[in-house]
């Protein structure tokens, strides 16, 4: 495995961006970020893994809700610093119930809702007290 992390640039906090898209439509359907564990857990499972910088740890896409992403193919850029995964996505992809986390489309100067919403997240996510 050394091999393919040494052709990876990961950044100074030991990161790469990792853009998921549906690998029959090719949509976008979000971005996340991976450190080395992420990646080895994506590998050794066949479904996506990530790293939350703001909660500092490793998660699995789907995890609490259900809506995984099983990895059909991983490429990176030419560079070397940016994965594309394509993924055959259960659910939504998008924590706030749209298909993707891209549903937001710039109308002039403001941000306005281009998709639908497929699922209603309270009834997907659980509410920790």
């Given at each position: 495995m050394n091999d393919l992390f040494d052709t990876l640039k990961f950044d100074a906090?030991?990161?790469?961006?990792?853009?998921?898209?549906d690998h029959q439509t090719h949509q976008v359907?979000?971005?996340?970020?991976?450190?080395?564990?992420?990646?080895?857990k994506t590998l050794s499972t066949g479904?996506?893994?990530?790293?939350?910088?703001?909660r500092n740890k490793l998660w699995m896409k789907g995890e609490e809700s259900g809506h995984t992403q099983a990895v059909k193919s991983i490429r990176t850029d030419c560079d070397?610093?940016?994965l594309l995964i394509d993924v055959?996505?259960?659910?939504?992809a998008c924590h706030e119930g749209y298909?993707?986390?891209?549903?937001?489309?710039l109308d002039g100067i403001r941000w306005v809702v281009a998709d639908e919403r497929e699922v209603d997240p309270?009834?997907?996510?659980a509410r920790k007290s």
């Open positions: 906090h030991g990161l790469i961006p990792a853009v998921i898209a359907l979000m971005m996340a970020w991976m450190n080395r564990d992420a990646l080895s479904h996506t893994h990530f790293f939350s910088r703001s070397g610093d940016v055959d996505q259960t659910g939504v298909r993707s986390c891209f549903f937001r489309r309270k009834t997907v996510y």
